[in-house]
């Protein structure tokens, strides 16, 4: 009990820490006209991120110095070209120690900004990539749900087999193969 407690404190505090950076970067991207700038280059990092094991191993270790992850996160921003107030904003979080809450961080960003242009936003997992043509036709199936217009975060798992996932405030669809299969399973147990 007292661990479960313990995970649920720290993901709690990561959230918080990742909403407070979210809100000061979203107010100086405001103040500065680069909303869009800003999310285009934290974008781009989060699908480095999500390309990269060893990126994700620096991001979360522990192991690394400030300045060891200061140094080798400018390296990398330098040689994708994010600059700017996004590529600032994250240099400030690895020399504060705050790397590992990145993915948050630019979760919360997607969704102040998402808010601020009065959209919804909603994450979805997919097994694999999806078209531009899908994504259109998955905001529009969203949009009539929920009636407001929907920014959508596209994660790629290939662990779902098929389908999606979509989680939007506070509600999830689960419409995955590994599920359906699961579900199926129990069943068959629960027969025989």
Do not use: C, W
């Not at 929920?146 to 662990?159: L, Q, R, W, Y």
Request: hydrophobic residues 45%; glycine residues 8%; positive net charge.
């Amino acid at each position: 009990m007292r661990e479960t407690q313990r995970v649920a404190d720290s993901s709690q505090s990561v959230s918080g820490v990742a909403e407070r950076y979210a809100s000061s970067l979203f107010t100086l991207a405001l103040e500065e006209g680069a909303v869009a700038d800003v999310s285009a280059a934290l974008d781009k990092f989060q699908t480095m991120i999500d390309g990269s094991e060893d990126l994700q191993r620096l991001i979360k270790s522990p192991v690394f110095s400030a300045d060891e992850q200061l140094a080798a996160i400018s390296a990398i921003l330098d040689k994708a070209g994010i600059a700017g107030i996004a590529g600032n904003f994250v240099k400030v979080a690895a020399s504060n120690r705050r790397l590992f809450a990145v993915p948050g961080m630019i979760r919360a960003f997607r969704e102040i900004a998402a808010r601020h242009r009065g959209e919804v936003a909603a994450d979805v997992t997919v097994a694999r990539a999806l078209t531009a043509e899908q994504k259109n036709e998955l905001k529009a199936a969203l949009k009539g749900v929920t009636g407001k217009d929907v920014s959508i975060n596209v994660a790629v798992d290939p662990a779902i087999l098929g389908g999606l996932i979509v989680k939007l405030g506070s509600r999830q669809i689960d419409t995955s193969l590994r599920t359906k299969l699961s579900t199926l399973k129990l069943s068959l147990k629960e027969v025989g």
